[in-house]
């Protein structure tokens, strides 16, 4: 469910590292919670996030929330698909539901939940 | 809900409940030297015939529209309002209620805020219009707000000097705590804004332009002009409409290239009085849709397939949204948009097409006569309303002439210190020839 090779954060975001950069996303727990997701407000190319700053908003039948940086980040792209089809965060939010594409500064992915501490993290979350 | 006020028996029932024996026991924590011990100085208490004589001796010494020749104008017009329009909106479902909180269960309420929007659009030229603000000034700086939304990154804003003084004033006010520049433009002596100033005004960080046609001088601005240009720099334009009536002729907002609307609904059914309560109305284009202010009611089918109507993107309101939120409006004037969705729909596209032109044909004779004993101050084109240059202090004629049963119009050296000896006159469908001819003869005499 949570792949191994991602990262994780208690607001509930993924981040995979590639070559140069690495692929931001909200996880499969955050788009069960949300709901019927209807609209994706992302960031523009070349804007710099602090580590937990929200980059952007995701908005549910339900609500309204925010996305964070897992890290410190700058947008490299904006997965434009997900704006006019947001129900992919639905769908497939560890795959085609990827929100950002963000080149990360000297940040320590270590530092984020690895897949087996962040389930243990919603397996409390549940309760 | 109804108002009791409590007995002594339910004061002493709930003072003992507390454990207190009397109210002086209730009020001792306030010092002694704080308390006011004396007798109020109130008449003595009025039966009713006697309240109601006195109530109308005080009304028969206020001086009104209806008892004088009219030339205000300047935010608040006099037009006709239907005798329909108060009937409707003065039945109890529709006069007692508040904004929906609970509001699928208003179906009544939702579907009249529904066209409200619609007409809005409609003679607007745009997309989404909201369930209505609290008047021009307040739209004005919400929009102001929304543009910012939109641009986040820009921090400047372009206003006309023309636009409506106290407007200008309250998108002072809504934008003094925030990162925001605000320019004011100066108009040129077609009564426009000037277009050099602009051009030299408009940067990459402009987020947006705001102006209003008519404007305050009553003289049609070149928006397309200036609106094509902002765009072309990538900031928004904002066009404002102070008086509604001008919209049954003149190029809609939407026409002129504008991403926002918004203004006051006065003019379209609500009366004059005080100065309220009056509406506002804010419409966009649909590529904004997320960063309209206030509310919105949007229609929908229920499970058997059935018309409805619920409010909508209420997600992003404060209720849900916190600090967070759109917009700090989640209320809006239910009572007033009402009034102006009968007023519309009574007049239809033909009426609203034809008090436009008469409004159009009454001020423009008004010009030709006026322009023989006082100056055109401005050589822009009109709709209802000019500006007037004559031969003395402003204020002192309209002094004389309010003695004489006309209100003459405004001074504009009250807003524009510049312009101590202009008048801006305004004429509609509730002035006649014989008042025009009057306020000609009388400003000859009192220049």
Not at chain 1, 110 to 120: K, N, V
Not at chain 2, 147 to 160: E, I, Q, T, Y
Not at chain 2, 364 to 384: E, H
Not at chain 2, 416 to 428: I, Q, W
Request: with cysteine; hydrophobic share 40%.
């Amino acid at each position: 469910m949570y792949p191994d090779d991602y990262r994780y954060t208690k607001e509930h975001e993924w981040i995979k590292k590639g070559n140069a950069e690495a692929t931001v996303g909200i996880t499969t727990y955050a788009q069960k919670e949300l709901g019927d997701i209807v609209y994706v407000e992302l960031p523009t190319v070349g804007k710099k996030f602090a580590m937990g700053e929200a980059f952007g908003s995701i908005e549910s039948v339900k609500a309204v929330s925010e996305i964070y940086a897992p890290l410190e980040m700058e947008i490299v792209s904006v997965n434009s698909t997900v704006v006019d089809q947001p129900e992919l965060i639905n769908q497939d939010p560890h795959g085609k539901g990827w929100l950002v594409k963000v080149k990360l500064g000297n940040a320590d992915l270590d530092s984020l939940l690895s897949s087996g501490e962040y389930e243990e993290l919603i397996s409390q979350e549940k309760h | 809900m109804r108002y009791i006020p409590s007995s002594k028996e339910d004061i002493r029932k709930m003072l003992s409940d507390i454990g207190v024996n009397s109210l002086d026991d209730l009020f001792q924590t306030i010092p002694n030297e704080f308390q006011f011990r004396g007798k109020f100085s109130f008449p003595a208490a009025f039966s009713e015939q006697e309240l109601n004589q006195h109530l109308w001796d005080l009304a028969n010494q206020n001086e009104h529209m209806m008892k004088f020749a009219s030339f205000l104008g300047g935010g608040a017009y006099h037009h006709y309002v239907p005798a329909l329009v108060d009937a409707l909106i003065s039945r109890g479902e529709f006069l007692t209620s508040y904004t929906p909180y609970q509001p699928e269960i208003s179906q009544g309420t939702l579907q009249a805020i529904f066209e409200f929007q619609t007409f809005v659009c409609q003679i607007t030229g745009m997309d989404i219009a909201n369930a209505s603000m609290y008047d021009g000034a307040s739209s004005a700086a919400e929009a102001v707000l929304m543009a910012r939304r939109v641009k986040p990154d820009r921090h400047r804003v372009l206003v006309s000097s023309a636009v409506h003084p106290n407007y200008r004033k309250v998108i002072a006010t809504y934008t003094a705590n925030l990162p925001i520049e605000i320019i004011e433009l100066p108009y040129d002596e077609s009564g426009k804004t000037d277009l050099a100033a602009f051009e030299k005004g408009l940067r990459d960080n402009t987020i947006c332009v705001v102006l209003q046609s008519p404007n305050y001088f009553g003289v049609i601005e070149d928006q397309e002009k200036l609106f094509a240009a902002a765009r072309a720099n990538g900031a928004l334009s904002i066009s404002l409409i102070a008086e509604a009536a001008s919209l049954g002729i003149l190029k809609s907002p939407g026409e002129c290239g504008a991403d926002l609307a918004a203004g006051e609904c006065q003019s379209l059914g609500l009366h004059v009085g005080y100065g309220g309560p009056y509406a506002g109305f804010l419409s966009t284009r649909q590529a904004y849709l997320r960063n309209i202010p206030g509310r919105l009611v949007g229609q929908a089918r229920d499970l058997q397939g059935r018309r409805g109507f619920v409010l909508t993107l209420a997600a992003r309101e404060q209720h849900i949204r916190r600090e967070k939120a759109t917009s700090n409006i989640c209320t809006n004037q239910g009572l007033c948009a009402l009034a102006v969705t009968i007023y519309l729909s009574f007049l239809g596209a033909e009426g609203f097409r034809s008090l436009a032109i008469r409004n159009l044909q009454m001020a423009s004779y008004a010009r030709k006569v006026l322009s023989r004993v006082a100056k055109l101050r401005f050589s822009g084109p009109n709709f209802n309303e000019f500006v007037l240059q004559l031969k003395s202090d402003a204020e002192a004629v309209v002094e004389k002439l309010t003695a004489n049963k006309i209100f003459a119009g405004i001074p504009l050296g009250r807003y524009y210190p510049e312009l101590k000896n202009c008048l801006l006159v305004c004429v509609t469908e509730m002035n006649k020839k014989s008042q025009i001819e009057q306020l000609a003869s009388e400003l000859e005499a009192a220049q």
